[in-house]
């Protein structure tokens, strides 16, 4: 089945008492047995839910996998991998990564006991040098958020499948219509399906997608037990929303095209990080697993200052200043004082994340008013 059928279908099935084409929300916490122990599938909400359950299989089926669990927030399912692991067990990640991820990491789960390296996974042989016999999950973003730094997804798990060790990709910027990251030898896939998935900024949820059946079941476990599980409605919206996601993924591409080179050719811009720049340190990967470059970047100015960046990000008009990514909308962010505000200075610094750096969610509207929007607030 080709991708764009694939997002058209997956999971999708016929009511069959009314024969409603979309998926009902079935909006219960509860379902009547026929006697104790016998039902239809369905016992609790929190175990399984019709909608989530529809969902839960577009999702695999997008991903190219055999299982898919959605989870209240990105922030959730990540929470539920690392919950897979015991004190002492180590994790090697991207130092330039997701905000939320490194507060997760840092402030919740390393005071019980789970270490955590950060290195440059650009190249693999930095996350070789770093495994010990500790070593139980690789966790990789990439392209990276925020500095769009592109990992060799095979080259990695080749490292991790040689020494059994756990291979997770947050594959949120990129999305399924872009790249399959269990394709390339990932054992999971992570995603925060507020983004690209659901595409219209107006639901939060998580998602995990894996081939193997015992890892699908300790994952459940912990879905079922922990209670991060998202509602219908959510999951309604989430299908709905993937249905369009590959036609929204090739305009959210064209227009970050248009709208990068534009940029790069700004005399005022200093730098601008985009993974489809040919001269782009991992263009030659992203092109290699990646189907289209996307419309996430991040950009710098000359004036490479807190004060500069704020007042761009305070006089654009159709770029609206907010968190979060992938909506039909475009929006602008300033990663050092919104969604990376947890890691420490020094930190951001050192991994090339400074404090005037500003980041682009380029939507789906006309590319020349975007492109007119940055050069009025560049100025």
């Known amino acids: 089945m080709k991708l764009a059928t694939k997002m058209i279908h997956a999971g999708a099935h016929p009511d069959p008492s009314t024969g ?159 790249q399959n990251p269990l394709d390339h030898g990932a054992d999971i896939v992570m995603h925060s399906a507020t983004k690209y998935l659901g595409g219209h900024s107006d639901v939060i949820q998580g998602a995990l997608v894996m081939n193997d059946a015992d890892l699908r079941e300790k994952l459940y476990f912990i879905q079922k037990s922990c209670g991060a599980v998202p509602g219908p409605m959510d999951c309604f919206l989430v299908l709905r929303g993937i249905k369009t996601l590959h036609l929204r993924m090739q305009r959210h591409s064209e227009n970050g095209a248009k709208i990068a080179h534009h940029l790069r050719n700004n005399p005022k811009v200093k730098k601008v990080y985009w993974c489809g720049f040919e001269d782009h340190r991992g263009y030659a990967i992203a092109k290699k697993q990646m189907r289209d470059f996307g419309g996430m970047m991040s950009f710098t100015l000359k004036d490479d200052s807190d004060a500069a960046a ?31 505000a947890s890691i420490p200075r020094e930190e951001r610094i050192k991994n090339g994340l400074t404090d005037g750096l500003i980041r682009l969610s380029v939507g789906v509207e006309d590319a020349e008013d975007l492109i007119a929007d940055l050069d009025n607030a560049i100025g």
């Not at 922030?75 to 090697?92: C, F, N, R, S």
């Not at 159709?318 to 039909?328: H, I, M, R, T």
């Open 310 to 340: 704020r007042k761009v990000l305070s006089s654009t008009k159709l770029f609206s200043l907010a968190e979060s990514l992938g909506g039909v909308e475009s929006l602008i962010n300033h990663p050092s004082s919104m969604t990376h």
């Open 20 to 178: 409603a084409i979309m998926t009902p929300i079935y909006q219960t916490s509860t379902y009547v047995q026929e006697a104790p122990g016998k039902h239809k599938g369905f016992e609790y909400a929190r175990s399984q839910n019709p909608t989530r359950q529809a969902l839960e299989e577009a999702l695999a089926i997008i991903e190219n996998g055999k299982f898919g669990l959605s989870f209240s927030s990105g922030v959730a399912a990540t929470d539920a991998v690392i919950k897979l692991l015991q004190p002492g067990d180590e994790v090697i990640a991207a130092n330039d990564m997701y905000g939320g991820t490194y507060r997760l990491f840092t402030k919740v789960f390393e005071k019980f006991g789970i270490k955590f390296l950060y290195t440059d996974t650009t190249d693999p042989e930095n996350i070789n040098s770093l495994i010990t016999n500790n070593t139980k999950l690789v966790w990789l973003e990439t392209p990276t958020n925020p500095l769009m730094n592109v990992t060799d997804i095979s080259a990695v798990s080749l490292i991790t499948k040689s020494k059994n060790i756990l291979l997770c990709v947050d594959n949120t910027f990129a999305s399924p219509y872009l």
